[in-house]
T-cell receptor, first 115, second 112 residues
């Protein structure tokens, strides 16, 4: 089945620095990938839709200048949290859809802690 | 706006019991519904995908049903095992949007 690899699995950074998270589709091409954020004991909230070769589409309330998304190839999307603050600490998960009607495959997630 | 609700929020059962998790959604214009499992601190593992034209899907001890007109889905787990302990998430894909809307999940604990 389709596999999505996400790295790193966890990261700790200082306030004001930037962090990049990678999401790769390993055995299929994904023209569209999705980035979610999950707070403790809450469900996943879609942040943005990443489109290969074009600008990402952000959900309402998500700062596009803070959460930079790049989808430069059919197998890689990156999310960069710029000038991170403690309130950005969260669990970030990416997903992509395989071919056909296979539904969505999710990465293993990245736990970001900003200190 | 689509809203997905999962009941109960938490469930604790003894090993071997059969159980049912519920999911309801407000807008029946869905493309499909997908059940996921999430272990603590981990990503999501897809369990079952039901297309809008289907009524149910089965995989091993899992059976998921879909009643689109009433906006409901159930996940049935037979002969539960401690390894089934996890949070189970239901998500619907809106027709034409490619976006998933998630419920808050049901945290299942199966006691040995």
């Amino acid at each position: 089945g389709a596999v999505v690899s996400q790295h790193p699995s966890w990261v700790i950074c200082k306030s004001g620095t930037s962090v990049k998270i990678e999401c790769r589709s390993l055995d299929f091409q994904a023209t569209t990938m999705f980035w979610y954020r999950q707070f403790p004991k809450q469900s996943l909230m879609l942040m943005a839709t990443s489109n290969e070769g074009s600008k990402a589409t952000y959900e309402q309330g998500v700062e596009k200048d803070k959460f930079l998304i790049n989808h430069a190839s059919l197998t890689l999307s990156t999310l960069t949290v710029t000038s991170a603050h403690p309130e950005d600490s969260s669990f970030y998960i990416c997903s992509a859809r395989g071919t056909g009607d296979d539904g969505y495959t999710f990465g293993s997630g990245t736990r970001l802690t900003v200190v | 706006k689509q809203e997905v609700t999962q009941i109960p929020a938490a469930l604790s059962v003894p090993e071997g019991e059969n159980l049912v998790l519920n999911c309801s959604f407000t807008d029946s214009a869905i493309y499909n519904l997908q059940w996921f499992r999430q272990d603590p601190g981990k990503g999501l593992t897809s369990l079952l995908l039901i297309q809008s034209s289907q009524r149910e899907q089965t995989s091993g001890r899992l059976n998921a049903s879909l009643d689109k007109s009433s906006g409901r889905s159930t996940l049935y787990i037979a002969a539960s095992q401690p390894g089934d302990s996890a949070t189970y998430l239901c998500a619907v894909e809106q027709g034409g949007s490619e976006k998933l809307v998630f419920g808050k999940g049901t945290k299942l604990t199966v006691n040995p």
